[in-house]
């Protein structure tokens, strides 16, 4: 990797600190459709955006490690990354959908890549529609 991994260290409890003062004024449910999600601020906005920005950086520098080197068309699948060369390259080789978070606070387990296998997570479609369109992201 391009980067020491104490950058993304550094990332993750930049967005876990700003995840859990955003817990000070929103409940977090288990359920993605329940009420505390129909909630839309540029706070919320831009952490929407940092989480999104982060994951796809360190996929994008997983997937140019030299251990994929030898899957077929690398090439052409680092030139044009996106979710599906995420699920298909780097899922197989990390098990994402088995990782979870656990938020004491509120004794919920989130499992933010659960059936990555089969499909892309709800939050990263949203992320992805809404990227460049920022009062669309924080309506959704």
């Known amino acids: 990797m391009i980067y020491d991994i104490n950058y993304f260290y550094r990332r993750y409890h930049q967005i876990e600190s700003d995840f859990l003062e955003i817990m000070d004024f929103i409940h977090i449910s288990t359920k993605f459709g329940d009420p505390c999600y129909k909630i839309g601020s540029s706070k919320l906005m831009d952490f929407c955006l940092k989480v999104g920005t982060e994951i796809e950086t360190l996929f994008r520098e997983i997937l140019n490690d030299k251990k994929f080197d030898s899957e077929p068309d690398i090439a052409v699948k680092r030139e044009r990354q996106n979710i599906d060369v995420y699920t298909d390259l780097i899922e197989p080789k990390y098990n ?32 992805s529609k809404d990227k460049h369109n920022k009062l669309n992201l924080i309506q959704n």
């Not at 088995?98 to 089969?118: A, G, M, R």
């Open 96 to 127: 994402l959908r088995n990782y979870s978070l656990y938020i004491k606070t509120i004794e919920i387990e989130i499992f933010p890549f659960i059936n990555f296998d089969s499909t892309t997570p709800e939050w990263f479609k949203i992320y």
